[in-house]
């Protein structure tokens, strides 16, 4: 038998802090064993996982994430696309190569980042940890499982090769009492990170901020690294509230073949949103969303330089001072966006851009079709700066949106007019 259960090794659900006890377990799990979390909420602070072992959290069991932060080393981690200090994340692997990792079950992994978001803030010693966060792993399946209330983003998965993410819950922006952080900012579902062969499937996602996100690092130390994100599925998931599947904005070591299909979202901002910035470099290419549907009933989110419509897709996101009148010289900092299909796609929302679509002067976005979409929206479309935009049976319904880019209203709101 290679299964070894926590308890065995002193882990309590008696409200004590038991990291020492639940890594022990993992020391010693044998090569192909299974650590087992059984039912109850067993606290712990960072935990590391290493190859060949499943993590099997059983139905009723739960990690809870210590809310006292000497519980979370500081370490050398990835975040928003650079390696910077940051506060270890509940479970995460080291920076060596890896393989064969799993982590199961139809119990709960809870960060308690409720609590670690502010004392984390508060002390601004490091950037904030992740609920999971795994690196140079070959072979990662995570399945079944919920993830929730990450100080930071919630499942983070960096340098990896053959993920398979199944059936898993992720809910940010919500502690273990279903309370809504009204503090968390970029509270991420699921980001792939300079990732290869990755499938997401089956899985219900409920953001603060990008539902799922893929990413390949950020500006010169992104292009450094040099490591792209590609042939990324995500199939049958659900998505609710926050701002549906993003490439990008980190996306320096180039993004290329992803596929989005099947997906339903609700109260979700977007459907894609596909961004980056001067200074990133590299590009993002071959890109498609199919069979995807979304109703947006939230008034509370705007349009703002951040976030634009249900199809959006920007060359200058989050710069304030934007002209794209203007062009820049290009050079190896300049981005570029092409070849994205967008098909039987139906998406209503009270806010925003059916499709925004905003290009450089010196780099257009080219290649975008549209094939049996249907979108209504506050306002219709916005295309500047694109080539090769070509729309077969597709209806855009709302008001005129393009207007000049500095007249509209997000533009004026943010500059105060």
Known sequence: MNDVIITAFGARDDGGVHTREIQRA??????GGAVIVPAGRYVTGALELKSDMTLRILKNGCLLGSPDTKDYPIRQDHHEGREQLCYSSLISTGPAPHRNITI???GCIDANG???????????????GKALSIRNTEGLTIRGITVR?????CVHVLYCRNILIDGVSVHTAYDSDGRKNPLLYNGDGIDLECCENALVENCLIESQDDCLAVKSGRDADGRRVGVPSSRIRVRNCRFRHGFGVAVGSE????VRDVEVSGCDFADSFSIASIK???GRGNAIRNISFRDCTLANTDRSIRPTRWFKGILYVDSSYGETDFDPDTAMPADETTPEISDLKFEN???TSCMGYGLYVCGLKEMPVRGVILKNVRLKAEYDSYIVNAMDVRAESTVLEGKPGNIPYR??????????G
């Open 345 to 347: 796609i139906e998406g």
């Open 407 to 416: 007249e509209q209203a997000w533009f004026r709101e943010m500059k105060g």
């Open 104 to 106: 199961e079950g139809e």
């Open 251 to 254: 996306m320096s070591g180039g």
């Open 276 to 278: 980056c910035r001067r």
């Open 114 to 128: 409720g609590s670690l978001f502010s004392r984390e803030m508060e002390e601004g010693r490091a950037k904030r």
């Open 26 to 31: 993992i020391d010693l799990c044998p090569a």
């Open 149 to 153: 209330n990450a100080a930071f983003w």
